[in-house]
Antibody
Framework: EVQLVESGGGLVQPGRSLRLSCAAS????????MDWVRQAPGKGLEWVGR??????????EYAASVKGRFSISRDDSKNSMYLQMKSLKIEDTAVYYC??????????????????WGQGTTVIVSS | EIVMTQSPATLSVSPGERATLSCRAS??????LAWYQQKPGQAPRFLIY???TRATGIPARFSGSGSGTEFTLTISSLQSEDFAVYYC?????????FGPGTKVVIK
C-alpha cells in the first residue's frame, strides 16, 4: 500500500524551530518529487515547497512566505523527507501535509500533480 | 506570484444535478492546472491535472477544461460523496499556488 505518514508536529513558541518528517512506504521513494502543503485552521491549501528527486539533483523550491526560514531535505535510504522550520511565526500555525508528486512531459510542456497525501501533522505556533 | 481565484465560494446543488466550478488565474498558466477535492478532516484528493486529464481512479463524471487564465471543473451528476471543497492549483514555472476553494453543498 502506498502511504505517507507525517510526524513531528506540536506546540512551539514564536521564533523557535521545529522539524517535520514524512515517512514513505509502498513505492520507490527515490524516483519521486515530493511536496509540502499546509492548511491553516479553517483556511485553504497553501503550497510550501518541493524536493526534486535524485535524478534532478534533489533541488528544492519554496513559497515566498517561507523562503529563507524553511528548508526541505530528504534521505532516500530512509524513504523520508523533512521540513526544517526556523523563526516560526504565529501565521505558520497549520496542518502540514506531505505529498507525492507525479510529473511528466506533455506535447506543450509538462504536467504535475500531488497524487498521494499523508494525513497531516499539526503545528501550533503560540506563546 | 500568480493569484488564483475561484467562483462561486459556495455552490448549492441537488444530488444528480450538474455542478460547474470556475477558476481564474491572474496571468496565463497555459494548461498547468490541477484540481483537488477535500472533505472535512481529510487530506486532499487529486482529481485532475494538465487542466483536463483525470487522475487514476477518478470517475468520469469529473471533467476539467480550459487553458490560459480560465478553467472549469464540471461534475456531471453529483453524488452524495461529491459534496466537498474543491481547489484549483496552478503549477506554471514550478511555483504552485492554490485557489481559495469552492464549497459544494447539498441544496
Amino acid at each position: 500500500e502506498v502511504q505517507l505518514v507525517e510526524s513531528g508536529g506540536g506546540l512551539v513558541q514564536p521564533g523557535r524551530s521545529l522539524r517535520l518528517s514524512c515517512a514513505a512506504s509502498g513505492f520507490s521513494f527515490s524516483d519521486y518529487y515530493m511536496d509540502w502543503v499546509r492548511q491553516a485552521p479553517g483556511k485553504g491549501l497553501e503550497w510550501v515547497g518541493r524536493s526534486r528527486n535524485k535524478a534532478n539533483t534533489y533541488t528544492t523550491e519554496y513559497a515566498a512566505s517561507v523562503k529563507g526560514r524553511f528548508s526541505i531535505s530528504r534521505d532516500d535510504s530512509k524513504n523520508s523527507m523533512y521540513l526544517q522550520m526556523k523563526s516560526l511565526k504565529i501565521e505558520d500555525t497549520a496542518v502540514y501535509y506531505c505529498a507525492r508528486v507525479i510529473v511528466g512531459a506533455t506535447r506543450d510542456g509538462y504536467y504535475y500533480g500531488m497524487d498521494v497525501w499523508g494525513q497531516g501533522t499539526t503545528v501550533i505556533v503560540s506563546s | 506570484e500568480i493569484v488564483m481565484t475561484q467562483s462561486p465560494a459556495t455552490l448549492s446543488v441537488s444530488p444528480g444535478e450538474r455542478a460547474t466550478l470556475s477558476c481564474r488565474a491572474s496571468q496565463s498558466v497555459s494548461s498547468n492546472l490541477a484540481w483537488y477535492q477535500q472533505k472535512p478532516g481529510q487530506a486532499p484528493r487529486f482529481l485532475i491535472y494538465d487542466a483536463s486529464t483525470r487522475a487514476t481512479g477518478i470517475p468520469a463524471r469529473f471533467s476539467g477544461s480550459g487553458s490560459g487564465t480560465e478553467f472549469t471543473l464540471t461534475i456531471s451528476s453529483l453524488q452524495s460523496e461529491d459534496f466537498a471543497v474543491y481547489y484549483c492549483q496552478q503549477y506554471n514555472k514550478w511555483l504552485a499556488t492554490f485557489g481559495p476553494g469552492t464549497k459544494v453543498v447539498i441544496k
